[in-house]
């Protein structure tokens, strides 16, 4: 009930004018968020890779409504790629960049999908030149259609372009197997967006379920798995099945968010898996917030006691 009310509020303008102009929020934005600009972004990426882990960085912003800023959105992409190309943080992947379909124009009135894709097929020039790949966030359940055909269509000219399934959604599965090709990049998690009961499990443990089924697919098949979680169960399910597997380590890797749980991070990296975090910057920082917000309880409460402390 909580998750599904916070997540209707992130769509809410009063809730967001609100939230954005309580000056605490700010403290919890950090939390998560890197800062509102690149060079911002650079300097905490240069921090993780300096600790052994890997990054994939999000300009945060959703739902463009208008082309030249969905060109805009980008036109930043581009430069922020041109600067971890500049600074070898690039190199080897190490850095790359994950980007939402509807940041670049896939929700535009008219002609949406083909701005987003040539937008996307932009940011991924600058991604190989800097010497680095892009991950394709999945937004809600109305975009999967759209934002697969795109991928599909541009993995002939960029064929390390990933993709996100999320789990929650009862087509997962198969939209796994659909993209287990050699050296396909797959991100599994368990999806941040409501969903009608028609298209996606209601209980959690179902999409657990899903996510193991989900997950057994990538692992078996020859792609590139990526393990989108923090969720102790099921890290210790993607373990067991890549050891069953015999996959070495350098052949999928765990992701979690920047400011969920840092000491697994470290310490799954200090036992030589590949980690990598996701990492936004940016000002448009709100509905991000609320999602990460509405997963946990606890975050929740992180929140409410920086209102009270704050007093
Ligand atoms: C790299 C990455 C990329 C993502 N990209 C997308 C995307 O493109 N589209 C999309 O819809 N969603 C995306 N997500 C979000 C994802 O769908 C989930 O909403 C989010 O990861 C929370 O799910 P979880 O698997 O961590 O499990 P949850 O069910 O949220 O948590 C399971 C368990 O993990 C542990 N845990 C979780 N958080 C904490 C914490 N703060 N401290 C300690 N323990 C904790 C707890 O034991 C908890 O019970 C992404 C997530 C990651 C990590």
Redesign the pocket.
């Known amino acids: 009930m909580l998750r599904r009310a916070l997540l209707a509020a992130s769509a809410s303008t009063r809730m967001r004018e609100l939230i954005t102009a309580t000056p605490v929020t700010r403290d919890v934005v950090s939390r998560f968020v890197a800062g509102d600009t690149a060079e911002q972004a650079l300097d905490v990426i240069e921090r993780l890779l300096g600790d052994g882990l890997l990054a994939t960085i999000d300009y945060l912003g959703e739902d463009t409504t208008d082309r030249e800023q969905a060109v805009a959105v980008a036109d930043e992409y581009v430069r922020l790629l041109g600067g971890l190309g500049a600074s070898r943080l690039a190199a080897g992947g190490r850095a790359e960049v994950s980007v939402k379909p509807t940041a670049v124009g896939l929700g535009l009135a008219e002609h949406g999908e083909k701005t987003a894709a040539e937008n996307i097929a932009r940011i991924c020039s600058a991604a190989r030149a800097a010497g680095t790949t892009v991950t394709v ?2 937004e809600d359940h109305t975009r999967v259609d759209q934002t697969l055909r795109i991928v599909r269509d541009l993995r002939p000219d960029h064929p390390d372009l990933g993709v ?1 399934i ?1 789990s929650s959604l009862r087509r997962s599965v198969a939209d796994c197997a659909a993209l287990t090709q050699p050296g396909s990049r797959v ?1 599994l ?5 409501d969903a009608p009961h028609a298209v996606a499990y209601p209980a ?1 443990h179902d999409v657990d379920r899903s996510y193991a089924r989900a997950l057994r697919v990538l692992m078996d098949g020859p792609g590139y798995p990526m393990v ?5 169960r ?1 890290l210790r399910i993607a373990a067991g099945q890549a050891e069953l597997g015999a996959r070495t380590p350098d052949s999928y890797e765990y ?3 920047y400011g ?2 840092p000491a697994e991070q470290r310490r799954l990296a200090a036992a030589g898996a590949r980690l990598r975090v ?1 990492l936004p910057y940016g000002q448009d920082w709100y509905r991000y917030l609320v999602r990460r917000l509405a ?2 309880p ?2 929740l409460a992180f929140f409410a006691r920086s209102l009270v402390s704050s007093r």
Request: hydrophobic share 35%; with cysteine; charged share 30%.
């Open positions: 966030d999945m996100v999320q991100r998690c368990k999806g941040a967006y959690r989108a979680t923090h969720d102790p099921l992701q979690m968010l969920v749980r996701y997963e946990r606890a975050n």
